[in-house]
Nanobody, 130 residues
């Protein structure tokens, strides 16, 4: 059974950093793409970053490019999202997600309807405020 558990959220001042972790179980992390998403109150879920299976490419939404970095540790079965230079508009609940029957990173290549599918964690709150 696929399980994703996010952690690492919290309250941080603008310009600060956080590292989110997504511990995966029930599948081999290196064989699947995994994405980070966020949802702010009153807003739709947004794709933030995605790491492809194996040695494939990573993807980022424009608003986080140069500030966020997604990475994978296959030994720990964990995907990280390093978030630097945080802004108040980054405030949201952050989720990680994967899928067994499609490439989650396809959302970044235009197949946005896939954001409603796959296996999701419970989320971790990130609040950027002074």
């Amino acid at each position: 059974q696929v399980q994703l558990v996010e952690s690492g959220g919290g309250l941080v001042q603008p310009g600060g950093s956080l590292r989110l972790s997504c511990v995966a179980s029930g599948f081999t992390l290196d064989y699947r793409s995994l994405g980070w998403f966020r949802q702010a109150p009153g807003k739709e879920r947004e794709a933030v970053a995605c790491i492809s299976a194996s040695t494939g490419p990573t993807y980022y939404t424009d608003s986080v490019k140069g500030r966020f970095t997604i990475s994978r540790d296959t030994v720990k079965s964990t995907v990280f999202l390093q978030m630097n230079s945080l802004k108040p508009e980054d405030t949201a609940v952050y989720y990680c997600a994967t899928a067994s029957d499609f490439d989650m990173c396809a959302i970044f290549r235009g197949d946005t309807s896939l954001i409603n599918f796959g296996s999701w964690g419970q989320g971790t709150q990130v609040t950027v405020s002074s």
